[in-house]
């Protein structure tokens, strides 16, 4: 999905985007570094899974005769590095062809030690399942127990148990505003290459749906018991919304030159506290897992960046977000069957 | 499955009113409930593991969904009037899960401020169930019994009509069961009723229970 976001917001720049990058040794090491990011992300993910009792039954996958076992491991490392692969196969294609030979071998060692040693740590961890339930220290780290307010526990949520996912998007978002605040002095398409820019920030946020659910069924059930209503709780998701992308308001206003209206600054930020706020109460009425979904989100995103280059204010569009996201809210959320891992 | 049958109650006494209750899991039916109504003051649900009790306890609290229709004094609808409802029916977890990055007083504060109870009620609960010690630390670091007396604690906040205690007396020690059945005394006289499930008969010598609910294969049969 980022690699979609990413090359249908360069479509016309990515080209030279990925020569710049492989030409340039010390931008290709933070992309790489990026990419290790990722990997120890879905990392975590396996050891969240391999966790939990219902999945135990995977720790069969070492009884399969060696080789079918190594083509089940290498297949489930190189589909979870899916997303950076194909664009490192492009970057390579760029680079070979610019005659960048060290960026060439960069790309192609840094992708086959992200594939072998995935691999091979998961191969040993599945032989000894006690090493799962080890509390791993990077994943429990603890701040100073602080009273907390509630409008604060998504956020420490994120902070305490999602750390690389929350790492991740915000490097993502950056890059994003970063590159148009680049382009926009050069660019032909004045304000709409801003909006376009945080238009695919704010589409990032679809993950953020299952980090969400994973807040709100693992401990926060109990609140379903409580005499909140849907206005208020939708007040909370929009505080959320608000505090998660408080770092892309920072950028965006730190970033983009003097002559970017308030209006225009307003525009974007507004709609992307809508998204935040849409995918949250997604939890509630949409199936995450339907690929059908997915096309579906994919094929209205590409009608909405259509609908933006005719100058659409993107308000209009949070103001649709957020009037779906409280209907929605309100006829789903006392039918809502939560599932606790 | 067979259906519950009507419970004869006096019309005036009735407390708690369940009409064509369904719940299922992935389609299996889990509890088919036609009719039972039942009166005010402190009952028993007994039942095997897995026959139902934390399940219907949790569609009371309005925790999980289900089909059918739940009163409380004949007005109160867990589904039209969800909010003043939930705020007369309180529920107490068998076995408490609570994000483990906040603390005790996290949670506490939370519901005091969602169900608008005074902090002196907060202050007396905290200092009968003897938690100063601990319960602003965070939550990852308390044992089950420790969690289980947060949850009882937020069960008795605010001003309900219902507690609902799911197992109150598994993991806690028997200086807090006997402040528990202390609560249910004391709640009684206030008009408070109670829903109590729990696996180990009721010390009848502590606590006076109007009626016992059977629940198996799907129904709830009253047994005394």
Redesign the interface.
Known sequence: MYLLILLAAFSLEHIQLASLITSRVELLIVVVIIWALHVVKTSLFFVKIMQQPSYEFLFDVTLLPEKKKWTELVSLQISLNAIFLSYAAFMLFIGIRQGNWASAGILVIANLVYIVLPVLWKHKSLQYPAAFNRKIAFL?F?FP?L??S?WF?FS??LL??EPVYLLLQKLFAAAMIAGIAYFYPTDDYDERLLKLGLFFVASGYFTLTQHFTD?YN????????????IERAFVEYIVNGVLFTLPELLLFVSYLPNNVSLFVILDVYIYIIAAAVFWQTATFWIDIQNTRLHLFLFIGHIALVIILMFKIPLVLLAAALLTISFWQLKKHY?????T?D | MKRSYIRKVNPKTVFFTVRNFLKNYSNHPVLDIHALDISSGVHWFEGANGSGKSTFFRTIAGIIPFDGVMKLCSTENNKQNAVKYRRLVNYAYAEPKYPDYLSGADIIEFVNKARGSNGKQVDELIGRFRINDFYENAIHTYSSGMLKKISLITAFLGEPKLILLDEPFTTIDSQTADLVYELINESRTNDISFFIASHQPLDNTKVKTDNRFKVAEGKIALTK
């Open positions: 429990n603890r127990q009273p907390l509630k526990f420490v949520f305490k148990k807040y693992n401990g926060m059930l109990f609140t379903r018991n409580l005499p909140v209503s006392y039918n809502f069957e939560a606790e």
